[in-house]
């Protein structure tokens, strides 16, 4: 059974960084299409970067060049690095695994930007 711990998140100013991470169980991180999605208030939850079993890593446009997500293979835990967070930043952020017919969440994390 794959399982997703998630950890990091908090409270943050603007222009502050946080890294969340996502520990995977019951399969090799590396075989497996990873993302992050986010779900603020009120709003539809959106996919905001990914990474494919090759390595290769994609973003949505309001993320790209602060957020970087990477996979430690030997840790088999995937991360988001957030930098220059703003407040529209704010929301739960979701883990995502999958590996068909395999579809796995983790139990989301809030981040808050905030003054």
């Known amino acids: 059974q794959v399982q997703l711990a998630q950890s990091g998140g908090g409270l943050v100013q603007p222009g502050g960084s946080l890294r969340l991470s996502c520990a995977v169980s019951?399969?090799?991180?590396?075989?497996?299409?990873m993302a992050w999605y986010r779900q603020p208030p009120g709003k539809e939850r959106t996919l905001v970067a990914s990474?494919?079993?090759?390595?290769?890593?994609t973003y949505a446009d309001s993320v790209k060049g602060r957020f970087t997500i990477s996979r430690d293979n030997a840790k088999n835990t995937v991360y988001l690095q957030m930098n220059s967070l703003k407040p529209e930043d704010t929301a739960v952020y979701y883990c995502?695994?999958?590996?068909?017919?395999?579809?796995?969440w983790g139990q989301g994390t809030q981040v808050t930007v905030s003054s």
């Open positions: 995502n695994a999958q590996q068909w017919p395999s579809n796995t």
């Open positions: 019951g399969t090799i991180v590396s075989r497996n299409f």
């Open positions: 990474i494919r079993e090759s390595g290769f890593a």
